[in-house]
């Protein structure tokens, strides 16, 4: 969940999580803060409950003067809350942690650079044209199960546009993206995103999967997801879902380019953006799935923007000119 400047400066929002971006300026100064272990056993008191300026000074076994200069730091930062109330010897400065969890975002060079027009389309999870899949399967929406688990005939549902967690063994998904590029581009790189990962039994630190990628029937390339994750739970998920369940993916970017295909960088195939005839069809096939033959047939959890680590859904960027 990621939480832009005005809600940081907003002492009413209250919230678990705050993501915070190594390449934006003013996240780097809450990183900066944070490197303090004084700091740090500030923000591990507060985890207790409030407590005034005087009690953390107290507690640390620090000058109240050293640990009124870190709150401030911490509180400028929007990191703590401070509430001035009536003591027995003035006015109390009492603290309230804002965020239980931070997480950092490490840039990647796979972003698109925008030096020509990029036109993008979120799609989500739920909203498949197709799909073929063998159990272990299932869906689930924010609210609860959709259908019955380990039956496909569930993913006809028509309540299935919902999903916000899918998992299959093998086959895969189809999604129809409207093609809304303008008329007569040429499209010269494009970007897809999703959080994704193997699917085991409840869930398996080592459990490998070989996931592919077609778009436009053309066969992307294989990546091979390390694991079924659950040893965190994910940040996203309802309070309903059990911690023995899957819990997150990771955010994996496929890239086609005018010179071949990349998963996070790294050489997949000669597929280039030109060979998908992106401009020939009203619309972007995405299809994602395991093979039957596939070296591991570990399956996969597909997750949307209510599930797991990664506020987003499937997100689809072309770079034309």
């Not at 999870?125 to 005939?153: H, K, M, N, R």
């Amino acid at each position: 969940m990621e939480v832009n400047a005005r809600d940081q400066s907003d002492p009413t929002h209250v919230s678990p999580t705050l993501v915070l971006r190594s390449d934006r300026g003013r996240d780097l100064a809450i990183i900066k803060a944070l490197a303090n272990e004084t700091r740090v056993q500030i923000l591990s008191e507060l985890a207790e409950g409030l407590h005034s300026v005087g009690d953390l000074a107290q507690s640390l076994a620090l000058p109240l003067s050293t640990v009124s200069q870190h709150v401030k730091k911490l509180e400028h930062c929007g990191l703590i809350h401070i509430e001035e109330k009536p003591g027995e010897r003035g006015t109390q400065r009492i603290c309230q942690r804002v965020y239980d969890r931070i997480v950092i975002d490490l840039p990647t060079h796979e972003a698109p650079s925008h030096e020509h027009p990029i036109w993008e389309f979120t799609w989500p999870v739920g909203a498949y044209s197709d799909f073929e899949v063998t159990p272990t399967c299932g869906l689930t929406s924010e609210l609860g199960l959709i259908g019955l688990t380990d039956d496909p005939s569930s993913f006809y549902e028509p309540n299935h546009p919902q999903a916000q967690l899918i998992w299959f063994k093998c086959g895969y998904l189809e999604y129809r993206i409207p093609n809304r590029l303008p008329a007569r581009v040429s499209p010269r790189n494009l970007w897809l995103t999703m959080e994704i990962c193997s699917e085991a039994p409840m869930y398996h630190p080592d459990w490998p999967s070989d996931i592919t990628l077609w778009i436009n029937g053309i066969e992307i390339g294989t990546w091979t997801s390390p694991a079924d994750f659950g040893d965190q739970r994910g940040l996203l998920n309802p309070s309903w879902w059990e911690d023995r369940n899957t819990q997150h993916g990771l955010l994996k970017g496929w890239r086609v380019t005018e010179r071949g295909s990349y998963m996070d960088g790294i050489h997949l195939s000669g597929i280039t953006c030109k060979d998908l005839n992106l401009m020939d069809h009203p619309y972007i096939s995405v299809r994602i799935g395991v093979k039957s033959d596939a070296r591991h047939v570990g399956g996969i959890n597909l997750f949307g923007r209510k599930f797991g680590n990664y506020e987003q859904d499937i997100v689809l960027r072309v770079e034309y000119i």
